[in-house]
């Protein structure tokens, strides 16, 4: 069991206060102390996507990042990504092409196709697949995923 203690934590631009173990999950903190239930359990294990977040920008599983790591790391969730032009575009091609279907996974998949097209504006094929082979749809919507994501990068090619 980790140290309670007090720990400063900024998540979408805010500091947060939260008293918990230093070892507790990202996610935990995010959700039940937080009330941020954008970012969703799936495996508990890093294996699904589910509970991505970016973490200075990078996407990172909050299911196994316990929250005394995160220091002065500045942490994004779904609730804000949308603030972003990369995230708001993102989210208007996943409503474009009806990428979703149960939903479950997807804040998952949109954080991982925002930190990709933030690092790799005019992804290939095979960016694509390998950025987002950590996130597991099982509706199976990888083909309209995959769709989406090409269409941010062609409407951002154009600014």
Request: aromatic residues 4%.
């Amino acid at each position: 069991m980790g140290e309670a203690m007090t720990f400063k934590i900024k998540v979408n631009d805010v500091e947060h206060e939260v008293d918990v173990d230093s070892d507790i999950p990202l996610l935990w903190v995010l959700r039940d102390v937080l009330g941020m239930t954008g970012t969703k359990f799936g495996c508990g294990r890093a294996l699904c996507g589910a509970c991505t977040v970016h973490v200075n920008g990078m996407p990172m599983r909050s299911c196994v990042m316990p929250v005394g790591d995160l220091g002065e790391s500045s942490v994004t969730t779904i609730e804000a990504i949308g603030d972003t032009p990369i995230g708001e575009e993102l989210q208007k091609a996943w409503l474009d092409l009806e990428v979703v279907q149960c939903g479950y996974c997807q804040s998952g998949q949109i954080m991982s196709a925002a930190a990709l097209l933030a690092s790799t504006p005019e992804p290939t094929d095979h960016d694509i697949d390998t950025a987002m082979a950590g996130n597991i749809c099982r509706c199976g919507t990888y083909v309209r995923i995959r769709e989406a994501i090409k269409q941010v990068a062609q409407t951002s090619q154009g600014d």
